[in-house]
């Protein structure tokens, strides 16, 4: 038995980045941080952000493109993948991204719809497993 899942809860580091594969299925992008606390040896506050590249498809990542912007704090439950490809100089470069199944809005941060007056917002958007190809993102 082996188990790939990984919940995150962080802060979109841009605004997303939604596109169309050439079948017109909808594919959502973008960093998310998540930051940790703790007191060194001498009691001084230290903290480590680690960013995370978030794909999202479908539906839900049309949902996250417009209801989603820069400093939004998210839930993200979803899978671990890494690809290798080719940059334009022809180096090898390696991409770890977290291919989220699940995608809830939490309160605060700078999101359009935050806030009073804004419209309301899904609160948790599941999606099926991906039968994508890395050939079917955009970019």
């Known amino acids: 038995m082996s188990?790939?899942?990984v919940i995150l809860v962080g802060n979109l580091g841009k605004d997303p980045e939604v596109r169309f594969t050439g079948g017109g299925r909808a594919v959502c992008k973008f960093p998310l941080a998540t930051s940790e606390t703790w007191?060194?040896?001498e009691g001084h506050k230290q903290e480590r952000t680690e960013w995370h590249n978030v794909v999202v498809w479908g539906k839900q990542g049309e949902n996250c493109g417009q209801y989603?912007?820069?400093?939004?704090?998210?839930?993200?439950e979803g899978a671990i993948r890494s690809h290798s490809y080719d940059d334009?100089?022809?180096n090898k470069r390696y991409m770890t991204e977290i291919i989220a199944?699940?995608?809830?809005?939490l309160g605060g941060g700078a999101g359009r719809g935050a806030g009073a007056g804004g419209p309301s917002l899904p609160e948790e958007m599941p999606a099926g497993p991906s039968s994508s190809t890395d050939d079917d993102i955009p970019f």
């Open 68 to 76: 989603l912007s820069k400093g939004r704090q998210v839930y993200v």
């Open 39 to 41: 007191n060194d040896a």
């Open 101 to 105: 199944q699940t995608v809830r809005f």
């Open 3 to 5: 188990v790939n899942k």
């Open 88 to 90: 334009k100089d022809g």
